[in-house]
């Protein structure tokens, strides 16, 4: 070997090879946007930072969150509370369409796509001289063949593909590429549903928001499908949310499952073998049955009982300290047209009875009918669920934790 060849990475002097190390970190850094319902952003950056996911940002609709391929991986797996997370790709200023196509292949697509690559693009704007979206995305389209040296395909239909956005704004332009898929509040054991069920993230938040422990007992009176008992369940294990469902970034012709794998087996190890007693109750039959199933393939132990709200509970759920979380009828679509006053007081007298170590949370969208109710709650958090303005209560006299 000459005098004059480039030397091995380990006969480098130690502060070279320092040096390069932290050059490829430098490197690796990505930036991503990870979505949650509106006024959960405070909850999400707690959660962030609980799991030591990085310093998270919050913003409008979510949080901003800078790390590397790891970060990517494990805030998908693992937040309970996140509905997409998006790889920023980069920013730009776009106030013309031959500006937006030069700028775009600017940006290192080759990190995430390759050529030949099915991809479907998804774009809006506002206020900016480029509005029309579907120019947009064509222009999008081909600065990114340009980048790669190649066209990519252009996906239509439902089939699973690379998601990019584009979102313009006053003329800048950010270009971000779905490394979820199907919205992260789908855990993928929710085969079986109640008549009217709460999203899997807004009963993570509810349980969270409520001043849950996480170790003593848990009581859901109206489970229907079970969401908010086999959530709680799964988060007093630490069972990582989408432990049994796939992501897009897994399909990218970049993915690295060895390091996929090795987060996926991390995550399982930091789990806990059992939770605390769980007891799920719906008067309704087809309810229960269905609240079984899906905590069957939920992997997690949740006691079923079809009984009345104001039933006795059984002797574990007697203690001094635990939880009441639920979510009654909100008087739309399967409960409309009914009065739901009476059992609103049922479960006003439900909580009333409660020791007061007890932490209650609860999903209610008409104050007026919880004020009418006497229910001893306050309003936490208002945010949306499929097009309804609902509001997350705690007890009155909580102090969230």
């Not at 901003?64 to 309970?80: K, M």
């Not at 919205?183 to 349980?207: F, I, Q, T, Y």
């Amino acid at each position: 070997m000459s005098d004059d060849a480039p030397k091995r990475k380990r006969d480098l002097p130690r502060a070279e090879r320092i040096a390069l190390a932290r050059a490829r970190r430098e490197a690796e850094k990505t930036r991503l946007f990870v979505t949650c319902a509106p006024g959960l952003e405070p909850w999400l950056v707690e959660e962030i930072r609980e799991l030591a996911l990085g310093a998270p940002v919050q913003a409008v609709g979510g949080v901003e969150l800078e790390g590397d391929r790891t970060t990517l991986y494990r805030a998908n797996l693992e937040l309970g509370l996140a509905l997409q997370v998006r790889l920023r790709v980069g920013r730009l200023h776009a106030a013309h369409f031959t500006e937006l196509v030069r700028r775009t292949a600017e940006l290192p697509w080759e990190r995430w796509l390759r050529v030949g690559e099915r991809v479907r693009f998804r774009a809006s704007a506002q206020r900016s001289r480029l509005i029309h979206t579907k120019a947009i995305e064509e222009r999008v389209a081909e600065g990114i063949a340009k980048r790669l040296g190649g066209e990519v395909v252009r996906a239509s239909g439902d089939e699973e593909v690379v998601m990019v956005h584009a979102r313009l704004e006053r003329d800048e332009a950010t270009l971000s590429i779905d490394t979820s898929g199907a919205p992260l509040h789908r855990r993928g054991w929710r085969l079986a549903s109640g008549k009217a069920p709460l999203r899997e993230d807004l009963a993570h938040a509810l349980l969270r928001i409520s001043g849950w422990n996480r170790t003593s007992p848990l009581v859901d009176p109206m489970a229907g499908a079970g969401t908010i008992a086999i959530e709680a369940a799964a988060l007093a294990r630490g069972l990582a949310p989408g432990r049994l469902r796939s992501f897009a970034f897994e399909a990218m012709p970049t993915h690295d499952a060895e390091l996929w794998q090795r987060v996926k087996d991390e995550a399982a190890a930091r789990s806990l073998g059992e939770a605390p007693p769980i007891l799920a109750r719906d008067r309704d039959e087809g309810a229960v049955a269905a609240a079984r199933d899906n905590a069957a393939r939920a992997g997690v132990a949740i006691e079923h009982a079809a009984a009345a709200i104001s039933e006795p509970w059984p002797e574990p759920f007697l203690s001094s300290r635990g939880a009441l979380v639920t979510n009654p009828p909100w008087g739309h679509r399967v409960s409309a047209g009914k009065n739901l006053l009476p059992l609103y007081q049922r479960l006003a007298t439900v909580i009333d009875a409660l020791p007061p170590a007890w932490n209650v949370g609860l999903v209610a969208v008409d104050p007026e009918l919880v004020r009418r109710a006497n229910l001893a709650v306050r309003s936490v958090v208002l945010t949306d669920a499929g097009g309804a303005k609902v509001r997350l209560h705690v007890r009155d006299d909580d102090e969230l934790v």
